[in-house]
């Protein structure tokens, strides 16, 4: 990648084909709620923001396990993912042509919570983390922990709703999403030291497809869950320091009115940190891309900080780099000479068969945004003042 002469600004402002579509009208429908025997008038968006995105009712209701995943997974980039993959794997069940979005609503705060608890053999005590047995010895307690990590660490739904032809929106189907751990973290005792214990992939879908199981199990026994079709989608979180989320593993559909969890379909996708050891071993290209590409930042700014990426693989092909840029400027005018520059080195030196997203901030805050959509030519640019 070479330095080219600077493009005009008004290049800045080319716009990519990512308008909202503008081709459905808002309609009045009811929606069914079969929990409380009522229905409630509800509407139907005018407008969607792709045909690859789900509408959501105008009336929106917020998940009835609201703020459990913040206190279960650690890293808050795995809560985003968590939350935003479940939706795009969820499309393969529920089409966005047919379905509307809506956060859950069946599996309350309550049952997470005691979901996500220890099983304790006693009647009423429903955790599906494995059991251990309660010791004042500090040392079997640790080995206990360590033989017995708390795999299981979030629970999240999703409701998939459908309309009839009496203008009738009622539940579909539902996504789960169940969330895993990679690395346990524990202390043996209040105030005392924290202990990791690291969790083999192996060993964390062995126990992933037991949870599986009693989840669906225990999900048909909740009034409005009955016969419903439940996509199921296995998580395996990052550590809690890491700078990239985990990635889901493995997905399956359990048909209308079934508890029977079986085939599950692997899912081969993974977030990798530029630069890093791992990159230049698995992903030579792309990290060579970037190398020239910090190369020529560095030409343009000697005194940047780094240029860090974050690719998006599924199957080994890369299908969003992520690239941000943390940079001093000394004025507006900066701001936009510089946007210009990398705007040219987008065009001159990134293919385009992936989402391209650029972030140029300053001191924490968002100075412009270059995006591109995998297929497209031109980017779209922003410069926030």
């Not at 996509?231 to 048909?255: C, H, I, W």
């Amino acid at each position: 990648m070479k330095r080219k002469s600077l493009l005009l600004l008004s290049i800045l402002l080319i716009l990519t084909s990512c308008a909202p579509s503008f081709n459905k009208k808002e309609e009045n429908v009811v929606e069914e709620n079969k929990e409380d025997v009522k229905q409630e008038t509800a509407i139907i968006p005018s407008y969607n923001l792709s045909d690859d995105n789900y509408r959501v009712l105008i009336d929106y209701k917020i998940s009835k396990s609201r703020g459990v995943i913040v206190n279960q997974v650690a890293n808050r980039l795995d809560i985003d993912q968590l939350e935003e993959g479940l939706r795009r794997h969820s499309k393969d069940t529920f089409d966005t042509d047919k379905y509307y979005f809506q956060e859950g609503q069946y599996i309350t705060e309550d049952i997470v919570y005691e979901w996500l608890e220890r099983y304790v053999p006693k009647e009423g005590e429903l955790g599906l983390n494995p059991e251990i047995k309660k010791t004042d010895n500090e040392e079997e307690e640790k080995k206990q922990q360590q033989n017995n990590p708390k795999y299981l660490s979030h629970i999240l739904e999703q409701d998939y709703l459908t309309k009839t032809d009496d203008d009738i929106v009622r539940l579909g189907g539902i996504s789960i999403g169940i969330a895993m751990k990679s690395v346990y973290r524990f202390q043996t005792e209040i105030g005392g030291p924290y202990y990791y214990e690291k969790i083999s992939k192996e060993e964390m879908m062995k126990e992933a497809n037991r949870v599986a199981k009693e989840v669906v199990q225990r999900a048909r026994q909740i009034k409005g869950l009955e016969q419903v079709p439940i996509m199921l989608a296995l998580y395996r979180e990052e550590a809690q320091d890491s700078l990239v989320p985990g990635n889901f593993v493995a997905k399956t559909t359990v048909a209308k009115g079934s508890s029977s969890v079986k085939d599950w379909e692997t899912i081969k996708e993974k977030h990798v940190l530029f630069p890093s050891n791992e990159a230049k071993k698995d992903y030579p290209d792309t990290w060579a891309n970037l190398t020239d590409f910090e190369s020529d930042v560095a030409e343009y700014f000697p005194n940047y900080v780094s240029v860090i990426g974050k690719g998006f693989y599924v199957d080994d092909q890369l299908r969003k780099l992520t690239i941000e840029i943390p940079i001093t400027f000394n004025g507006k005018a900066e701001v936009i000479g510089f946007t210009q520059y990398v705007y040219g080195l987008v065009m001159e030196g990134f293919q385009n068969h992936y989402d391209l997203e650029i972030n140029i901030t300053s001191s924490d805050k968002q100075e412009s945004l270059i995006t591109r959509e995998a297929g497209e030519d031109e980017a779209y640019v922003h410069i926030y003042h």
